[in-house]
């Protein structure tokens, strides 16, 4: 076995065994998905909630067997079922415990309604913009069917191992990043199952060792779907901020994800409209092609701040694809403190938010 694959680590795993069964995950069809690189192993085992116990061994042995082959850095294998419906998920999901980042003092969602609004973008020059403004920061790429910030942030690699499943995040211009893409081909499809995806995302959090650090950027997957609200019911966010741009069909979407975030009480603490308008490199004349201040009516509506607005423009489009962020390469162009503005907005209401979790409240008899 001088090759580390996918067939080395099944040809492993034909010889675990599932007890009371004739058979091995991989006879039984129990192994529901396997992601083999660069010495990083992940495997999704099948099972249903009345084996989940007895599956806990065969799990464990699943992941003695694989350590013990010759190129094996990190391996983790994850139990996964069939839910009867969303709703049990959710109602068996909120009794679970909220999933935090051992020594990281804020944990902050950047979400959207709907993909194509440029969230990525955004996570990611306000992390660096917070990072400028002197904070501690580290950005966590939760979009495991679309992992963008390798790409966005310059980093390429893989995070070594450090013990026993513990990760070392990558850096990029002093902030901490993971993401499924640092584990697999930036081609290779990600055909997972919700509940691997959950497991996924608890290993990013958990297992990385992200400490110390001030906050801690979630780029969300867009949308609202089962795997949003999980993620956001699950983990011990401070609060959100809801990217949109300023058209009818986004605002519709951005809707949603503020009712999702209030649904499971996390605060939303701001609304920033991406794309908000253009200006012509050649005759500077200014065109709003997707219309104009619709997130900042949107965040009247419900209450919400407005953190600014960011143009649509060529430059923090070259700079996103080539890993470097406009607000670090291009650090005086106007765009660069848009995003500086929001930022120190962002970390302001941060500090309202603490002060007044921490406000005592006032009883009367």
């Known amino acids: 076995m001088n090759e580390l694959s996918d067939d080395t680590i099944k040809q492993v795993l034909r010889q675990v065994p599932v007890p009371g069964q004739r058979g091995d995950i991989i006879s039984l069809k129990l192994l529901s998905g396997l992601v083999v690189r660069d010495g990083i192993v992940r495997i999704s085992i099948e099972t249903t909630p009345d084996q989940i116990e007895m599956m806990e061994g065969v799990r464990k042995n699943c992941e003695k067997a694989i350590r ?38 804020k944990i902050i969602a950047i979400a959207s309604g709907k993909g194509g609004v440029g969230k990525s973008t955004t996570a990611v020059n306000v992390a660096m913009a917070l990072a400028r403004l002197g904070n501690k ?23 070594s191992s450090i013990g026993e499943n513990r990760l070392q995040p990558l850096q990029s211009y002093g902030v901490k ?60 966010l401070a609060g959100a901020v809801i990217i949109s741009t300023p058209q009818d069909i986004a605002l519709m979407d951005a809707r949603r994800g503020i009712n999702m975030f209030r649904k499971v009480h996390v605060p939303i603490l701001g609304i920033i409209e991406n794309m908000s ?21 949107l965040g009247n509506t419900f209450g919400i701040d407005f953190l600014g607005e960011i143009a649509l423009d060529i430059g923090i489009r070259e700079t996103s694809d080539n890993g470097r962020p406009i ?11 848009a995003y500086m503005d929001i930022a120190r907005k962002l970390q302001d209401n941060l500090k309202k938010l603490n002060t007044f979790q921490k406000t005592p409240k006032i009883v009367i008899d």
């Open 68 to 105: 013990g082959v010759p190129g094996v850095q990190n391996v983790t294998a994850v139990l996964t079922e069939e839910r009867k419906d969303a709703e049990t998920q959710t109602a068996n999901q909120s009794r679970d415990q909220k999933l935090g980042a051992d020594g990281v003092d």
């Open 137 to 159: 920061v580290g950005i966590m790429d939760a979009d495991i069917y679309g992992p963008s910030i390798p790409r966005m942030m310059g980093v390429d690699g893989h995070p």
């Open 177 to 236: 990043c993971m993401s499924m893409g640092f584990l697999v081909g930036e081609d290779d499809p990600m055909i997972w199952r919700g509940s691997m995806v959950m497991s996924a995302l608890e290993q990013m959090l958990n297992d990385v060792i992200w400490a110390p650090l001030d906050i801690l950027i979630v780029d969300m997957p867009p949308g609202t779907g089962d795997a949003q609200l999980t993620l956001a019911q699950r983990t011990e």
């Open 277 to 297: 308008h253009f200006i012509c490199p050649e005759c500077g004349k200014r065109s709003d092609i997707f219309s104009h201040g619709g997130a900042r009516k």
């Open 327 to 337: 607000v670090i390469s291009k650090a005086s162009s106007p765009h660069a403190q």
